[in-house]
């Protein structure tokens, strides 16, 4: 792919992912956190260096250049705003409240229809089947929403950015490994790249924006920084929510947590036998900050070591007052706060689970389902 | 204090062993022969669902290696079909209407107000579980749908921000 300049490069990085041997860096040999060797031992003095890990990074502006120079392609990159949009009926992104939302606040962004917004996605996998060794692999795939329908989320359309190689899960210190990615975006927000287009026949200034990320639950907090663990797993209701912790099973219970979305005046508020015991209802449902109100939030967490020791060092106030374990690296993004929808709750995923969960109670699956001894003794159990 | 008064899941006391009632959510044992039986001889259309029969293990009662998509398909057609006049029709109810919130959220098409109907119904719905099912059935991802909604009004079609597209091209790196 190389002579077609869709290249990539291959990144040096710690093993312990406490850093990327690159810009500043890239001259060093040993990990300024851990002191561990860049390179193997045995390697070097004649012979070539050989890294512990590797990232390899493919660089995104190249593959959007390259699109505006096929016509099959060129034409279709502005469809997200050339197609005839019906009021209320939503059928892409692009007609969703966050899309226009964003438009409306970057309007220098949205006059050139041309302007690539994207998505991200990552998600860990063995490459080496199930039954084999434990390993996990991250690849990051970018997305791009200007297009149809039929082709935004078809495979071809998918870029592969980045692949991050394990054997063990990046975890919290997935932010080293992007710090290309994110320096790369904020480059084609801010300045752009000089691009060619073949449907107009002239060159433009090409920009692009990450819209938000698809994530499954776990990574979810790789990604966004708010743990998905405990009483305050949920990202929306923050602090307050009414979760507590089941004596018996030891695990956080959401059970009556959701009666303060109701109206005021429904009945099922003034219940006091069906839900928890004697609670009679009357909060509001729980407010969510904004991207602006968040960002000031995590700006005030400083930033954490990454690498081995990542997983240990807690914000004060962790799991009681809030769930944060790192400033996200895409709040180095310019235009992140703005964004209305940043982190997407995976319907796949929940949609499994929900099933899994009531089937097997429903069924009765021995050692799946919810209903068992541990759960009879949790609903009698006396405080 | 008590979680929530529940006369049917407390555990029988005898003097030598402690029994646990099967709850009113929980089906017979004939009754989960007559699902499993009938899962054995279902037949779908090509390319709607993988072959589930073959899913069903009927020494075990069991149903073995579902994928995502077999769960997607279970929760948007089968879940009202399969305990229809099995369950009391109260549970029946909450479980359609869980089933039909995933199956309108699915939609390629998204009409605005539409959504925020499914935004008032889901709230009722899962107070409807949570009169039924018991405190440790509701973990993390039996609060989230309550948010799906609101995701979908900002974000538009679920299609595009799931990740079924994703573990699919995983399979194409892993080659």
Known sequence: MKPLSLGYQKIDMCPNFCMLYYLENAEMTECMTCGHSCYKSGTGKGKTLVAYKKLRYFPITSRLQRLFMSPRTAEHMTWHQSHDAVDGVMVHPSEGEAWKHFNSVHSHFSAESRNVHLGLCTDGFNPFGSFAAPYSCWPVILMIYNLPPGMCMRSEFMFLSMVILGPSNPGRNIDVCLRPLIDELTQLWSSGALTYDISRKHNFVMRAALMWTINDFPTYEMLSGWSTHGKLACSYCMENNKAFTLRNRGKASFFDCHRRFLPHNHRYRKNRKDFFMGRVEKDVAPSCLSGEELHDVVLEYGDIVFGLQSGKQKFPGFGLTHNWVKRSIFWELPYWKTNLLRHNLDVMHIEKNVFKNIFNTVMDVKGKTKDNIKASLDVGVVL | ?175
């Not at chain 2, 929980?26 to 001889?41: H, I, T």
């Not at chain 2, 072959?51 to 057609?77: A, P, W």
Request: hydrophobic residues 40%; charged residues 25%.
């Open chain 2, 1 to 175: 204090m008590l979680f929530c008064n529940r006369k049917n899941m407390e555990l029988v006391c005898d003097e030598s062993r402690v029994a646990k009632p099967r709850a009113s959510f929980v089906l017979e044992k004939n009754a989960q022969l007559l699902v499993y039986k009938w899962l054995k001889s279902l037949c779908f259309l090509d390319g709607h669902a993988s072959n589930i029969s073959k899913l069903v293990n009927m020494e075990e009662c069991r149903l073995y290696g579902k994928k995502s998509h077999d769960c997607h398909v279970f929760m948007q057609t089968l879940i009202p079909l399969t305990f229809r006049d099995l369950l009391s029709k109260g549970i029946w109810d909450a479980l359609t209407e869980i089933s039909h919130f995933f199956r309108d959220l699915c939609s390629g098409k998204l009409n605005v107000d539409h959504i925020e109907r499914l935004e008032t119904n889901i709230i009722e719905t899962l107070c409807k579980l949570e009169m039924i099912f018991p405190p440790s059935f509701f973990d993390s991802m039996e609060h989230l749908p309550i948010h799906l909604s609101f995701e979908a009004k900002l974000g538009g079609p679920v299609q595009y921000r799931w990740m079924y597209p994703f573990e699919r091209l995983d399979i194409t790196v892993a080659i």
